[in-house]
T-cell receptor, first 114, second 110 residues
Framework: SAVISQKPSRDICQRGTSLTIQCQVD?????MFWYRQQPGQSLTLIAT?????????ESGFVIDKFPISRPNLTFSTLTVSNMSPEDSSIYLC???????????FGQGTRLTVV | SQELEQSPQSLIVQEGKNLTINCTSS?????LYWYKQKYGEGLIFLMM?????EEKSHEKITAKLDEKKQQSSLHITASQPSHAGIYLC??????????FGTGTSLTVIP
């Protein structure tokens, strides 16, 4: 199994600023996923991050707004850039284990932009 | 501590069998979400429950929220290999909090 530490758990930020969310995994994993859940909506996949390659973004999400780093097999960051109140959401990272039958989830980050 | 307890952690069933996954909180929930992740893919939304006693179905998958709004169960009838994957619950909790369960890995043996 894998344990994911996602930080921060929550934050309140000023509009126009940026926030970087970190996910640290205690073992090497291949695929990492970043999600967003806006108020009253369900989780939406932002991008898939594979080590050694550029993240793959889903429709409606762009790298300039949500840059992702994946420097190694145990760590990834998602930055929410130039924030506006519409970015107030829960952000979640997850990883797939060595076997595709496994998936592990961070604790989530609740972001409020004021 | 885990605010949202999800069980079991993993499940292996024979095709055609029924199964249940549970998600429990010590607090009353505003809303309970169920998601599924197919192997090698990202999470997709299955359904959301908000009212006590509410029950929803989606392709042989039924989810129910208890009257106290503290526990939800996801029930699959006559499981098929296509049901295999990771199931995750998430809950909106008073105090502007949102928690996720730890996930349940389901394997369906043909």
């Amino acid at each position: 199994s894998a344990v994911i530490s996602q930080k921060p758990s929550r934050d309140i930020c000023q509009r126009g600023t940026s926030l970087t969310i970190q996910c640290q995994v205690d073992s090497q994993v291949t695929m990492m996923f970043w999600y967003r859940q806006q108020p009253g909506q369900s989780l939406t996949l932002i991008a898939t991050a594979n080590q050694g390659s550029e993240a793959t973004y889903e429709s409606g999400f762009v790298i300039d707004k949500f840059p992702i780093s994946r420097p190694n097999l145990t760590f990834s960051t998602l930055t929410v850039s130039n924030m506006s109140p519409e970015d107030s959401s829960i952000y979640l990272c997850s990883v797939s284990g060595r076997m595709n039958t496994e998936a592990f989830f961070g604790q989530g980050t609740r972001l409020t932009v004021v | 501590s885990q605010e949202l307890e999800q069980s079991p952690q993993s499940l292996i069933v024979q095709e055609g069998k029924n199964l249940t996954i549970n998600c429990t909180s010590s607090k009353t929930l505003y809303g309970l979400y169920w998601y599924k992740q197919k192997y090698g893919e990202g999470l997709i939304f299955l359904m959301m429950l908000q009212k006590g006693g509410e029950e929803k179905s989606h392709e042989k998958i039924t989810a129910k929220l208890d009257e106290k709004k503290q526990q939800s169960s996801l029930h699959i009838t006559a499981s098929q290999p296509s049901h295999a994957g990771i199931y995750l619950c998430g809950a909106d909790i008073p105090g502007n909090q949102f928690y996720f369960g730890t996930g349940t890995s389901l394997t369906v043996i043909p």
